[in-house]
């Protein structure tokens, strides 16, 4: 079967005999388990959201390839978000994070921001710290972690581990069965359609930003908790005018340069059977949507791409390609491999702390 674009990996995951053998993109990433396991336990937990109305799995939800099936993702009571929430699958792997990629050192940075963002989870993290304190399961987790107590850096750096667990697999791109559509569909997707100039690599992104023009979403501006979250947003990242901004302008808070208006990253296209809608907007409904934008050439935008032109596909074409984008998503919804599984590492390093009290 071909598979040019990249190499793939058996991982053999458990100690015991028989355990289950998964195909993924990568080797998955070295891990502390029981500092894994702690950050599993806070990303289900609302408590690490100011009023305990959120927790990072609101947003990010397993069986959606941790998104939330929405278009504009959901917010602290009293907001509204102004982005479509990102997939985690293979998180770990990437150099910058968010859309715009503003932030871009490593995963401890993300945790802190979707914890103490107050359009997000607006958590002041030393509340957390101490509601975490009052929880023995906590404290028994924070120690086998070797850490005497809880706190804000080994709460990150927990939830970082995690994140770094979530990890395609068995995508049949992966595994060497793709249908003979897919196997069409990745002919296209190599040559005439020039995807793989962008999505390129083992998570099919080159984590670059890129103006393709993608509509803007009208509900960020209709939507006055979202206006409001948007306006904040702006206002931090120092952007000009924000209060009459009806455009999301993307990596340009980074660079503040006018070339750069507009762009976003790459976006991976792992998992993404489970991940609509689509685009940093949620504009696209469907992969069928979103195949015909780019036939199209993309949209309609002065600083386009200019690599983006119309593709001439036909309706066969486009069917072949959509399996083949369908093809790199994995069967890790039907068999719970997404969710941290307990025969994934010794569990004796977690010592005996599901005995407990709650």
């Given at each position: 079967m071909k598979r040019t674009l990249q190499a793939v990996c058996v991982l053999v995951l458990g100690a015991s005999a028989g355990a289950a053998q998964d195909v993924t993109p990568d080797p998955a990433i070295e891990v502390d388990a029981a500092r894994a396991e702690l950050g599993k336990r806070m990303f289900y937990d609302t408590r690490l959201s100011g009023d305990t109305s959120l927790s990072c799995a609101s947003c990010h939800q397993p069986d959606k390839a941790f998104t939330d099936g929405e278009a504009l993702s959901q917010a602290y009571t009293g907001a509204g978000h102004f982005r479509n929430a990102p997939t985690l699958a293979n998180v770990g792997f990437r150099e910058a994070w968010m859309h715009d990629g503003r932030l871009g050192t490593n995963l401890n940075d993300v945790a802190r921001e979707m914890i103490t963002e107050t359009y997000l989870m607006n958590m002041d993290m030393r509340i957390m710290q101490e509601r975490m304190k009052q929880d023995p399961v906590y404290r028994a987790m924070f120690a086998a972690a070797g850490m005497s107590e809880p706190s804000n850096g080994g709460a990150r750096n927990a939830l970082m581990d995690f994140m770094k667990t979530i990890q395609s697999r068995n995508?049949?791109?992966?595994?060497?069965?793709?249908?003979?559509?897919?196997?069409?569909?990745?002919?296209?997707f190599e040559g005439k359609g020039g995807c793989a100039a962008c999505h390129s690599g083992a998570r099919f992104t080159d984590d670059k930003p890129h103006n393709t023009g993608v509509p803007t979403n009208p509900d960020i501006w209709s939507d006055p908790l979202r206006h409001s979250a948007f306006v904040t947003y702006a206002k931090f990242m120092g952007v000009e005018n924000y209060m009459n901004l009806r455009e999301d302008l993307g990596a340009?808070?980074?660079?503040?340069?006018?070339?750069?208006?507009?762009?976003?990253?790459?976006?991976?296209?792992?998992?993404?059977?489970?991940?609509?809608p689509y685009m940093h907007n949620g504009t696209f409904a469907t992969l069928a949507d979103v195949v015909d934008f780019y036939d199209e050439g993309g949209g309609n935008d002065t600083a386009k791409d200019t690599r983006l032109q119309p593709l001439g596909l036909v309706p066969s074409e486009k069917a072949d390609l959509i399996a083949f984008l369908e093809?790199?998503?994995?069967?890790?919804?039907?068999?719970?491999?997404?969710?941290w599984r307990e025969d994934d590492y010794d569990y004796e390093l977690i010592e005996n702390w599901r005995e407990q009290p709650n």
């Open positions: 995508a049949p791109f992966d595994t060497g069965e793709m249908s003979a559509a897919a196997t069409r569909g990745q002919g296209i340009y808070v980074r660079t503040h340069r006018e070339e750069t208006k507009r762009t976003f990253l790459t976006p991976s296209l792992r998992e993404l059977k489970y991940t609509a093809s790199l998503s994995g069967d890790s919804f039907d068999t719970d491999a997404y969710v």
